[in-house]
């Protein structure tokens, strides 16, 4: 739970940092290159760590079923406290993406090490995943909202330093935290995991690959594929959207706090950007919590008929003012992270324990490194477009995983 927490922390605290880039960044210059800042490339410099951040999930998945969760959590928390400490030491933007990449390798692991584990080392999973889930989306909320308000006395080097602290803290608990992690096997999947289970060379991951693919797994993979590019799509430049609208003009801190430097503001849109993640903690514990009552197909078809119509929703009801907006977004946090234990539940059932470090690997390898890409989506699009536009896409993201959800059901009541 403390490494969920610190990885969503620094994975959504980078947006509000983004806001803050598209300003003070005029040019991105290496290898005798130059070239401008805009909401395009700065979306592919984001891009690059947070793809990173999926596609190490694979061999992430790997490392777990070999060496098991203990020793990658925490080799996560602390590169990812290094990478946070780089982040504030960077002086421009080629070191800044270094720093992000160096995050997103470190980051990668965490989610096939610490879901294998609940898997493998917990009887009530949806329960687990529940906690579990909570525990990101704390650290997702709070993680914003503590880099927003550290901003408002610091320049954002010094509180990216800062944020580095709590990783490494939880970096040496996790070292001498000890755990079974296998306790649950013989409860919820029948029988023994082997010791030192799965893959131990190429050809054995592409064996194993291939049973993965062959069956329902696929349906899955696609699935999480259109979660993660809705996520990453619509998260990215929240805070670079809702800026512009009525009621988020920045608001001078001395005209609320007397005596404070006159030259800094508050920026309504990053707390904004807070409470609607910090309302995923209720979709995660509900979503949790049901995949332990009723079966997950039937909660992934609810998550995305709901997240396509928020989309379509989203900026006509920014256009009739903050009230509408705060309701919708207040769905937004709550469907965005609604789905995650129906699918992660849906892996367990899809999948043997002897490679569920592999199948979570391949998982969020879709969720994070192919998602990825709607941040450069998203940024091309508002270079390019407009925010309608990007709306319209995330519904069809949306569309696409509810059509593949409605698949499973059928087949599930076949």
Known sequence: MLAHAMVHTYELSVPIFVTIWLAEFETIQFAGLQVGVTEATLGLVVTAGYGLFGLGALPGGVLVDRIGSRRLISLCLFGMGGAFLLLGAAPGLVAVAVALLLWGASASVYHPAGLTLLSKGVEKRGTGFAYHG??????????????????????????????????????????????????????????????????????????????????????????????????????????????????????????????????????????????LLIVGVVGQYVGGKLTDRMPAEYGIVATFAGLAVIALLFLPAASLGVGPLLVLGAALGFFLFFAQPFYQATVAEYTPADTRGLSYGYTYLGVFGVGSLGGAVAGGILAYANPQTLFFALAGFASVALLIGVYLVRVRSA
């Open 134 to 275: 909570m525990a990101g989306n704390l650290g997702i909320g709070l993680g914003p909202l503590v880099t927003a308000v550290l901003l408002l006395f610091l320049d954002w080097t010094a509180v990216a330093a800062l944020l580095a602290i709590p990783a490494l803290a939880a970096g040496v608990y996790a070292t001498r935290a000890q755990f079974d992690e296998t306790a649950a096997v013989t409860a919820t999947d029948g029988g023994e995991s082997r010791a030192g289970g799965g893959v131990s060379s190429l050809a054995e991951f592409l064996v194993e690959s291939k049973t993965l693919f062959g069956g329902l797994f696929v349906a899955v993979f696609a699935i999480v594929m259109c979660s993660g590019l809705y996520y990453r799509g619509v998260l990215t430049f929240m805070p670079n959207l809702l800026e512009g609208l009525p009621g988020f003009e920045p608001i001078p801190l001395d005209s609320l706090v007397p005596g404070v430097d006159g030259g800094r503001t508050i920026h309504p849109e990053r707390y904004f950007y807070s409470g």
